[in-house]
C-alpha cells in the first residue's frame, strides 16, 4: 500500500513539474515555421518586410509621415501589446485644438476597436492595443482626420513579444479624388452640429471608406475640405484637387513632392468633386452668384481634362464620377460628360449618383453627410464597382 501511494506521490511531482515548466515550445504554436520573428530593435519601420504601409506616405528623419486621410500602418506580431511613438500636429481650425484621430483594427476587424486622438505635438509612446490574448496578432491603424488639417508621424513600434512577417495586402485597389465629402467632414458628428472639430471627422465612415471595407479593398484617399475640380475666373484663389493629384501635397508640413504613381496602381477611381466648384460659383460676383450654363461648360471641360490625366497614369482602370450627396446642381454635367465619352468609345468611365442628404435628418458638421447618409451611398457604390469589377 505504501508503495501504490509512493508511486502516486511521484506521478503527482511529476505532472506538477511539467506544469510549471515554460511552455516556450508551445505558447507560439499558432506561428507558422516560415516566418520571421523580428525583435524590437530590428523592427525598421521603413522596410516593407516588416510593415504594411497605406496611403501616400513619405519619410522625415527616422519617421513616417502619414498625413492622408484613411493612411497607416499594419503589423503582425506575437504578444500581448503594440505601443507605437506618434506625434501629430496641433491646429485650431475653428475654435478649439485639433490634434489627429486614429481608427485602431484587430485582427482583422472591419469595424474599428477602438479610437483614439494623438494629443502630442512631440513624439510620445501611445498604447495602441494592451491585455490582448498571448498569441499572434494583426494591428492596423488609420488616420481618421485629413491632410488639410492635421498630419501624424511614427518613429517607433514596440510590443512585449516579438513582430512577424506582415500579412499580405489586398489585390484590390481603390484611389478617390474628393472634397470635404469623401474626407468625412462631420461624418461622426451629432446630427445638425455646427463647426468643424477633426474628433468629428473620419474618413473611414465614408460613401468610399464603407464601401472599400465591404469590397476587402485598399483604399488611397486624397482629399481636401473646400476644393474644387475646376476654375471658373481668372485669378480664382486656391488650389484645385487635379492641381495636386500627382503631388504628395500636405500644407501643414509643407510637403511638396512628386508622386509616383507606380507606387499605388488603382483597379478602380472614384471621383467625386464639384460641390464647392458650386458653392464658390454661387458666392462670386465673378459668375454673377450663379453655377450657370458657363460653368456647366467649364465644369465639364475640367473633368475632361482630369479624367484624361488619370486614364494616362492608369491606363486599365475603371473611373467612376459620382455626387449628389449635397447639392445636384453638377449632376447633369457629369452624366452628359460620361455619356460622352462612352459614346466616345471610352467605355471604362461610369457614373453613379450618391444619396442626398437631408438636413436635420441625416447630416452631420456644417450640412455634411453624416456616417448613417454615407452608409446608404456606400450601398450604391458597392453594388456599382461590384457589377464593373465582378469582385
Not at 478649439?96 to 494629443?119: K, L, P
Not at 465629402?181 to 461624418?187: F, K, P, V
Not at 447633369?332 to 435628418?361: C, F, M, P
Request: net charge negative; proline share 2%.
Amino acid at each position: 500500500m505504501k508503495r501504490i501511494i509512493g508511486c502516486f506521490l511521484c506521478l503527482a511531482m511529476l505532472f506538477a513539474l511539467v506544469a510549471c515548466q515554460p511552455k516556450a515550445d508551445d505558447t507560439d504554436t499558432d506561428v507558422n515555421a516560415d516566418m520571421t520573428k523580428i525583435s524590437n530593435e530590428e523592427m525598421d519601420i521603413k522596410n516593407p518586410s516588416h510593415i504594411n504601409w497605406y496611403g501616400r506616405t513619405y519619410e522625415t528623419g527616422s519617421a513616417v509621415q502619414f498625413d492622408y486621410t484613411c493612411s497607416g500602418f499594419e503589423v503582425r506580431f506575437y504578444g500581448t501589446s503594440l505601443t507605437a511613438t506618434l506625434a501629430s500636429s496641433c491646429t485650431k481650425v475653428v475654435a478649439a485644438q485639433d490634434y489627429s484621430w486614429i481608427n485602431i483594427y484587430v485582427d482583422g476587424a472591419i469595424v474599428e476597436t477602438d479610437r483614439m486622438e494623438v494629443n502630442s505635438v512631440d513624439f510620445c509612446e501611445f498604447q495602441i492595443v494592451s491585455d490582448l490574448e498571448e498569441a499572434m496578432h494583426t494591428v492596423k491603424v488609420l488616420k481618421t482626420t485629413e491632410v488639410q488639417f492635421s498630419t501624424l508621424a511614427l518613429s517607433r513600434l514596440e510590443t512585449d513579444g516579438y513582430f512577424l512577417d506582415p500579412p499580405e495586402k489586398s489585390a484590390r485597389k481603390i484611389e478617390v479624388y474628393g472634397d470635404s465629402i469623401t474626407c468625412g467632414y462631420g461624418s461622426v458628428s451629432a446630427i445638425g452640429e455646427s463647426g468643424f472639430r477633426t474628433a468629428t471627422e473620419d474618413g473611414t465612415r465614408t460613401y468610399v471608406g464603407f464601401a472599400a471595407q465591404w469590397l476587402g479593398a485598399q483604399l488611397n484617399v486624397i482629399g481636401y475640405s473646400g476644393w474644387r475640380l475646376g476654375s471658373y475666373w481668372t485669378g480664382q484663389e486656391g488650389k484645385t484637387v487635379p492641381d495636386v493629384y500627382d503631388r504628395i501635397y500636405s500644407p501643414l508640413t509643407g510637403q511638396d513632392s512628386q508622386w509616383s504613381f507606380a507606387e499605388y496602381v488603382p483597379d478602380v477611381v472614384v471621383i467625386n468633386l464639384g460641390t464647392n466648384d458650386v458653392a464658390q460659383c454661387a458666392a462670386s460676383m465673378q459668375t454673377g452668384g450663379r453655377f450657370g450654363d458657363a460653368e456647366g461648360e467649364a465644369f465639364m471641360q475640367a473633368y475632361r481634362e482630369f479624367i484624361a490625366d488619370l486614364q494616362k497614369a492608369y491606363p486599365n482602370v475603371q473611373i467612376i464620377c459620382c455626387g449628389g450627396c449635397i447639392l445636384k446642381d453638377t449632376i447633369y454635367w457629369e452624366e452628359h460628360l460620361v455619356d460622352a465619352l462612352r459614346s466616345e468609345g471610352n467605355k471604362n468611365v461610369h457614373y453613379v449618383e450618391l444619396k442626398q442628404t437631408i438636413g436635420g435628418v441625416d447630416n452631420g458638421t456644417d450640412g455634411h453627410p453624416h456616417w448613417t447618409s454615407h452608409f446608404e451611398s456606400a450601398g450604391i457604390l458597392y453594388t456599382a464597382i461590384k457589377n464593373i469589377m465582378g469582385w
